[in-house]
Protein backbone atom coordinates (compact mmCIF):
# COMPACT_ATOMS: atom_id res chain seq x y z
CA UNK A 1 0.00 0.00 0.00
CA UNK A 2 0.76 3.70 -0.49
CA UNK A 3 -0.34 6.27 1.49
CA UNK A 4 -0.43 10.09 -0.35
CA UNK A 5 -1.20 13.02 1.36
CA UNK A 6 -1.28 16.65 -0.43
CA UNK A 7 -0.76 19.91 1.26
CA UNK A 8 -0.28 23.64 -0.20
CA UNK A 9 -3.73 24.26 -1.82
CA UNK A 10 -5.10 27.60 -1.25
CA UNK A 11 -7.13 31.01 -2.61
CA UNK A 12 -4.58 33.05 -5.15
CA UNK A 13 -5.54 35.77 -6.87
CA UNK A 14 -5.13 35.10 -11.38
CA UNK A 15 -1.60 35.48 -12.00
CA UNK A 16 -0.29 34.06 -8.70
CA UNK A 17 1.03 31.08 -7.80
CA UNK A 18 1.33 27.82 -5.65
CA UNK A 19 3.10 24.87 -5.28
CA UNK A 20 1.14 21.64 -4.01
CA UNK A 21 3.17 18.84 -2.19
CA UNK A 22 2.39 15.16 -2.17
CA UNK A 23 3.53 13.07 0.35
CA UNK A 24 4.15 9.44 -0.34
CA UNK A 25 4.83 6.85 2.22
CA UNK A 26 4.80 3.17 2.46
CA UNK A 27 5.16 0.91 -0.23
CA UNK A 28 6.77 3.69 -2.14
CA UNK A 29 9.20 1.88 -4.47
CA UNK A 30 6.50 0.10 -6.43
CA UNK A 31 5.24 2.59 -7.62
CA UNK A 32 6.14 3.20 -11.22
CA UNK A 33 4.76 6.42 -11.86
CA UNK A 34 3.10 9.65 -10.00
CA UNK A 35 0.45 11.99 -11.48
CA UNK A 36 -1.62 14.63 -10.74
CA UNK A 37 -5.44 15.09 -11.23
CA UNK A 38 -8.22 17.70 -11.00
CA UNK A 39 -11.45 18.33 -10.37
CA UNK A 40 -13.87 21.20 -10.74
CA UNK A 41 -17.33 21.18 -9.63
CA UNK A 42 -19.56 19.57 -11.87
CA UNK A 43 -17.07 18.91 -14.24
CA UNK A 44 -14.47 15.09 -14.71
CA UNK A 45 -11.63 14.39 -12.93
CA UNK A 46 -9.33 16.45 -15.36
CA UNK A 47 -5.66 14.71 -16.34
CA UNK A 48 -3.29 17.23 -15.33
CA UNK A 49 0.65 15.65 -15.19
CA UNK A 50 2.56 12.98 -14.67
CA UNK A 51 6.17 11.32 -14.51
CA UNK A 52 7.63 8.09 -14.80
CA UNK A 53 9.88 7.60 -12.03
CA UNK A 54 12.42 4.89 -13.62
CA UNK A 55 12.62 7.37 -16.54
CA UNK A 56 11.89 10.97 -15.28
CA UNK A 57 9.67 11.32 -18.31
CA UNK A 58 7.01 14.29 -17.85
CA UNK A 59 3.74 14.67 -19.18
CA UNK A 60 1.54 17.72 -19.08
CA UNK A 61 -2.10 18.38 -20.41
CA UNK A 62 -2.00 21.20 -23.26
CA UNK A 63 -4.52 23.37 -20.68
CA UNK A 64 -1.17 23.60 -18.19
CA UNK A 65 1.69 23.46 -20.00
CA UNK A 66 3.51 26.12 -19.76
CA UNK A 67 1.97 27.08 -16.24
CA UNK A 68 2.54 23.99 -14.36
CA UNK A 69 5.58 21.85 -13.64
CA UNK A 70 5.96 18.25 -11.83
CA UNK A 71 8.96 17.52 -9.71
CA UNK A 72 10.18 15.07 -7.11
CA UNK A 73 12.38 15.03 -4.11
CA UNK A 74 13.52 11.17 -3.82
CA UNK A 75 14.90 12.02 -0.13
CA UNK A 76 11.73 12.99 0.94
CA UNK A 77 9.51 11.21 -0.87
CA UNK A 78 7.60 14.22 -2.25
CA UNK A 79 6.26 15.28 -5.33
CA UNK A 80 5.60 18.81 -6.40
CA UNK A 81 3.24 20.42 -8.39
CA UNK A 82 4.49 23.98 -8.98
CA UNK A 83 1.84 26.24 -10.39
CA UNK A 84 2.46 29.59 -12.18
CA UNK A 85 0.13 32.43 -13.71
CA UNK A 86 -2.71 30.78 -12.30
CA UNK A 87 -6.09 31.45 -14.06
CA UNK A 88 -9.77 31.02 -12.12
CA UNK A 89 -10.56 28.40 -14.63
CA UNK A 90 -7.76 26.22 -12.36
CA UNK A 91 -10.09 26.45 -9.66
CA UNK A 92 -10.65 22.38 -8.65
CA UNK A 93 -9.44 19.66 -6.18
CA UNK A 94 -6.22 18.53 -7.22
CA UNK A 95 -5.24 15.46 -6.02
CA UNK A 96 -2.21 13.07 -6.93
CA UNK A 97 -1.98 9.51 -7.25
CA UNK A 98 0.52 6.99 -8.16
CA UNK A 99 0.19 3.93 -10.05
CA UNK A 100 1.59 0.18 -9.75
CA UNK A 101 2.81 0.08 -13.47
CA UNK A 102 2.77 3.64 -16.03
CA UNK A 103 1.33 2.32 -19.71
CA UNK A 104 2.98 3.86 -22.80
CA UNK A 105 0.30 6.21 -24.38
CA UNK A 106 -2.55 7.79 -23.28
CA UNK A 107 -3.75 5.56 -20.48
CA UNK A 108 -1.12 7.43 -18.26
CA UNK A 109 -4.00 10.12 -18.79
CA UNK A 110 -6.61 8.25 -17.58
CA UNK A 111 -7.67 7.89 -13.41
CA UNK A 112 -8.21 3.80 -13.95
CA UNK A 113 -4.33 3.92 -14.52
CA UNK A 114 -3.57 4.34 -10.78
CA UNK A 115 -4.05 2.58 -7.97
CA UNK A 116 -3.63 5.06 -5.00
CA UNK A 117 -5.12 8.37 -4.50
CA UNK A 118 -4.56 11.10 -2.00
CA UNK A 119 -7.50 13.11 -0.13
CA UNK A 120 -6.82 16.40 -2.28
CA UNK A 121 -6.38 19.79 -1.47
CA UNK A 122 -8.56 22.91 -3.10
CA UNK A 123 -7.35 25.22 -5.34
CA UNK A 124 -9.08 28.27 -5.83
CA UNK A 125 -8.28 31.05 -8.23
CA UNK A 126 -10.08 34.41 -7.87
CA UNK A 127 -10.05 36.64 -11.09
Known amino acids: QVQLVESGGGLVQAGGSLRLSCAAS????????VAWFRQAPGKEREFVAA????????YYADSIKGRFTTSRDNTKNTVYLQMNNLKPEDTAVYRC????????????????????WGQGTQVTVSS
Open 97 to 116: AAANALPIGLAIMAPRTYNY
Open 51 to 58: FRIREGNT
Open 26 to 33: GRTFSSSG
